[in-house]
């Protein structure tokens, strides 16, 4: 257990807990505000972000940008990124099972910690693992499900976006879903108009 944000990050940096450390340049711990009331639950790092330790930055990172511009949220100050694992999977394959149950332990107490209100997944990985086994982001995105008091969400992973544009307008509609829902269960430090 962890009492700080600070000492979390600090011991995560030097984190060995899987074989993933082996081929890592950056640890990417997460992003954003970490007082947000909102996070996002990626994948894992890409080529971009174990360069530069940031979430997101990549081509899949300008996306996600515009979409949550599309509903007045800006990820500095309205949101927090992380991803299921920290470190970047070789080639950008799938974070195994046992690489999985390691990270979440961080990512477990990053929650712990934070306390949000909403939790955002992206994409088929995060959804799979933290709201439902059989999760299947084409039929159940968009639906927010209350667990351990958190309300939780999974959309399209911004890569899917990128290869499959008609899936954009459904994207759209759950970012929409995401403000209708923070406009209800979160505090004045988001105004929307
Ligand atoms: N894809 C992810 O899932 N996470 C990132 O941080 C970048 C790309
Ligand atoms: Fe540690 Fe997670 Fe990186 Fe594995 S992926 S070494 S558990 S920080």
Redesign the pocket.
């Given at each position: 257990m962890y009492t700080n944000w600070e000492t979390l990050k600090k011991e995560c940096m030097s984190c060995t807990r899987c074989r993933l450390c082996e081929s890592r340049t950056n640890i990417?711990f997460g992003g954003g505000n970490e007082n947000a009331e909102v996070m996002f639950i990626?994948?894992?790092?890409?080529k971009q972000?174990d360069l530069t330790g940031e979430?997101?930055?990549?081509r899949?990172?300008q996306l996600l940008d515009k979409y949550l511009s599309a509903v007045d949220l800006d990820r500095k100050t309205d949101i927090y990124?992380a991803?299921m694992v920290k470190c970047r999977p070789p080639q950008n394959r799938d974070p195994k099972q046992d690489e999985q149950d390691e990270c979440i332990k961080w990512l477990c107490e990053q929650v712990r910690i934070m306390r949000p209100k909403i939790i955002v997944c992206?994409?088929r990985i995060a959804a799979q693992r933290l709201i439902s086994p059989d999760f299947k982001v084409t039929l159940d995105h968009g639906v927010f499900e209350r667990k351990g008091g958190i309300f939780m969400m999974g959309t399209f992973?911004?890569?899917s976006l990128l290869r499959n544009q008609k899936q954009r307008p459904q994207a759209l509609e759950d970012f929409l879903k995401l403000r209708d829902k923070m406009r209800e269960v979160c505090g004045k430090n988001y105004n929307f108009s």
């Open positions: 990417v990626g994948e894992g790092p890409g972000e979430p997101f930055v990549g899949c990172g990124i991803n992206l994409g992973h911004p890569a």
